[in-house]
Each structure stands twice: as C-alpha cells, then as structure tokens.
C-alpha cells in the first residue's frame, strides 16, 4: 500500500513524455493565478505623483459666460472693471477669481490673475477677512500639478502675502493644506526629467 504523502507528491511530479515549458505566463500581482506554476507576477503599477491632473472646469469660468463678473476687455486688450473696485464685495469676487487660477485658456487667465492683483493692490485692508475662503480654491490649483498653473498660483501667493501685514500670519493654520502638494516638489530644483 502507498501513503498518502507518497500518493500526493506522485500526482505533482509531471508525466514523464511531457514536455518542460520555460515559458511564464504574465499573471497580476495578488490573485490565485500567481500561485500557478510556470507563472510571472507583474509588479503593481507606479503611483506617478507628480502627473499633472487635468484641471476641472471652474465656478469663474460659469459666472463670466454669463457676464456676472464686474469686468470686461477694453479695447487696448486690458482688464477694465465695470464697477469701482473699492465698493467690489471681496467675499465675494476675490474667492471666484482665485478659482480662475485653475484656468489655462487665454482670456479666462488673464481676467483671473489681473483681477486678483487688482483686487490686492486696491483694496488690501479687505483681503484679510477673506483668508478663509480663498484656501479651498489655492489648493485646488495647486492639486492639478500642471508647471504653469502651480508658478502662477506661487506669485499670486507672494502678492496676496505682501498686500497686508496680517495676511501671512492667517495663512498659518491653513499650511496643513497647501503645503503637502509643495512638499512633493522641494527636491525637484527645476529638473523636468524626472
């Protein structure tokens, strides 16, 4: 009589007229296929951090194709502002142009980043209470990764910064949301090759 475990390693080993195939199979990673014989795991796929995501149409974008946004294109190509811009609401309008950073196309650009420098230029006192609401639209911009849209949102930080004094220490407790996607690049050092 055989013993089971005789029985048991006769059935593994292969017949003896069969032909030894060298071939593997390409099987994913973590599924019964991979515990097969004659079988290659492919390794699990890369996490690319640093792809640009392609930005997602804005809130800016809605309300200027329907002409609520207090500004326009005068006929020397520049922003011209359809009320003055010291009795604009900035709770308002400041967050819906600081969405348009996202944009790439060239007239929603332009009236986004003109109308921010605008605005921290002419009514700086009243950028302060804003703080809170601008921080949602920041990091959406810098989420999307894209090059251009990441140096542009960086200087309108610098500006909005430099436009009153208390504006850097608001910034503060809100650095727990912009500061990761910026923490991805610090090694980078304007190296686009890797």
Known sequence: MVSGKEFRSTIRQPLPGAPKSKECR?????????LQKNTCILPPPK???????????????????R?????????NRRLSWKVDIHKLDYHHYLPM?????CETEAPYKLFAETAIYDMLTYGPHKVFPCIPQLIIPLKTALNTKSKAIMCTVLKVM?????CDDMVGEALVPYYRQLLPVLNLYKERNGETNK
């Open 26 to 34: 390409i099987v994913p990673a973590f599924t019964i296929q991979a």
């Open 47 to 65: 996490c690319n951090v640093l792809k640009p995501r392609p930005p997602k149409s804005t809130q800016f974008r809605v309300h200027y194709k």
């Open 67 to 75: 002409g609520e946004l207090p500004i326009a294109l005068d006929a």
């Open 97 to 101: 142009f600081f969405d348009g950073l």
């Open 158 to 162: 610098q500006a909005l910064v430099k």
